[in-house]
Structures are given as C-alpha cells and as structure tokens.
Nanobody, 123 residues
Framework: QVQLAESGGGLVQAGGSLRLSCAAS????????MAWFRQAPGRERYFVAA????????YYTNSVKGRFTISRDNAKNTVYLQMNSLKPEDTAVYYC????????????????WGQGTQVTVSS
C-alpha cells in the first residue's frame, strides 16, 4: 500500500480558497486512483472527489462541483484538492485515499489513507 500524508488545511473565511496536498511515498503512486473524503464532527466520512491514475478522469460529489478541483502530479507523487468559494458547510477533516479504482464512492472502496487535515470555514 502507498503511504499518504495530507497538508494545507487551516482556517479560512467563507468565500476563500485553500489547496490541500497529499504526498505519497512509494514508487507505485502513478498506478493508484486517488480520492478525497471529508468527515465533519459526528458524521460519517463522505466522498468528495476522485481522479484516475493518469488524471484523465475526475469525478466530484454534487455539493463541490464547480468549486473544487482534484489534480495530481505523478512526478511529485502528489495529489491536490483546490477548494474555492468555500462555505461553512465545507468544514471537516479532509482525508486523501488511494485505491485500485477511481469509481468507488465509499470509504471502504479505498485501502490507503492519510491522517487527515482540518479545514475550518468561518461565516
């Protein structure tokens, strides 16, 4: 499995932007589909976005379409989540995940996880 470490979270005002990064260790990163999930206090971990191994396929949950962009740089073993027009309801711990398919939408579809990074959006 690939080892993952997220960074880039923080406190931002509504309407602001953040870019999350997820650095992966191991030489097989380019063969992994990657995804971002988020978990608010007292809630389950929900799917946010996914990208295939080459970056040619991306998918977003409806609530972030047009505001978030997932991308990857296989040369840097890193996947990104650019978050614009942030809303208070985007507040959560954000996790990156790696798996064999970009079509999974449940946390159980991905086998590798980072430790998470907190994103807080103030109103």
């Amino acid at each position: 499995q690939v080892q993952l470490a997220e960074s880039g979270g923080g406190l931002v005002q509504a309407g602001g932007s953040l870019r999350l990064s997820c650095a992966a260790s191991g030489r097989t990163f380019s063969s992994y589909a990657m995804a971002w999930f988020r978990q608010a206090p007292g809630r389950e971990r929900y799917f946010v976005a996914a990208i295939n191994f080459s970056g040619g396929y991306t998918y977003y949950t409806n609530s972030v379409k047009g505001r978030f962009t997932i991308s990857r740089d296989n040369a840097k073993n890193t996947v990104y989540l650019q978050m614009n027009s942030l809303k208070p309801e985007d507040t959560a711990v954000y996790y990156c995940a790696g798996g064999s398919s970009p079509y999974g939408r449940m946390w159980g579809d991905f086998g590798s996880w980072g430790q998470g990074t907190q994103v807080t959006v103030s109103s």
